[in-house]
């Protein structure tokens, strides 16, 4: 497996829990599982693939230390990564607006060169709209612990897989 590390921000530490998950999935030891309030810039070139993760606040909202987290690596060379995307949000609550942050932390990084992996089909998920979901893909992992936890385990587990056959292995 390429050197992968996890970048997360979340405030009331669900993103975290699924940072963890995945971690154990792919055997990431805790020392490349990073807090963005708290990581550098300089950790993300240690990486090959950088999975990313952040949950979805208010209507849309990203998470508030992905703000200054982005704005220092949105200028970065990532050519040579590969990037992955996941993400918490609430489909019934916020329905117009379900795991916006991760298409916000796409946007961003658009001009960094980097490729991504990891689409998800919208097949499965009950929500309204999303910026998330280019050409009828979420451009990541959306995961929805209040109303869909049930099905968590088996989105990561699906998406893992996925990542492996985009170049993660």
Aim: contains cysteine; glycine residues 10%; proline residues 2%.
């Amino acid at each position: 497996m390429k050197k992968t590390g996890i970048f997360f921000g979340s405030s009331s530490g669900t993103t975290e829990n699924i940072a963890n998950q995945i971690a154990n999935l792919l055997s990431i030891p805790a020392t490349d599982v990073y807090n963005v309030a708290t990581a550098s810039p300089a950790d993300l070139g240690k990486y090959e693939v950088l999975l990313l993760g952040s949950s979805t606040w208010g209507a849309g909202d990203l998470q508030d230390d992905w703000f200054d987290f982005l704005a220092k690596i949105k200028s970065l060379d990532l050519s040579d990564k590969l990037i992955g995307l996941f993400g918490c949000g609430d489909s019934a609550s916020f329905g117009d607006t379900f795991c916006d942050a991760l298409g916000t932390i796409y946007q961003e990084l658009q001009g960094t060169g980097a490729k991504f992996i990891g689409t998800v089909s919208t097949d499965g998920y009950s929500f309204d709209t999303s910026t998330a979901v280019i050409n009828d893909q979420f451009i990541g992992l959306p995961l929805d612990e209040m109303n869909e936890d049930d099905q968590t385990a088996e989105r990561i587990e699906n998406w893992i897989e996925q990542l492996k056959t985009e170049g993660l292995a």
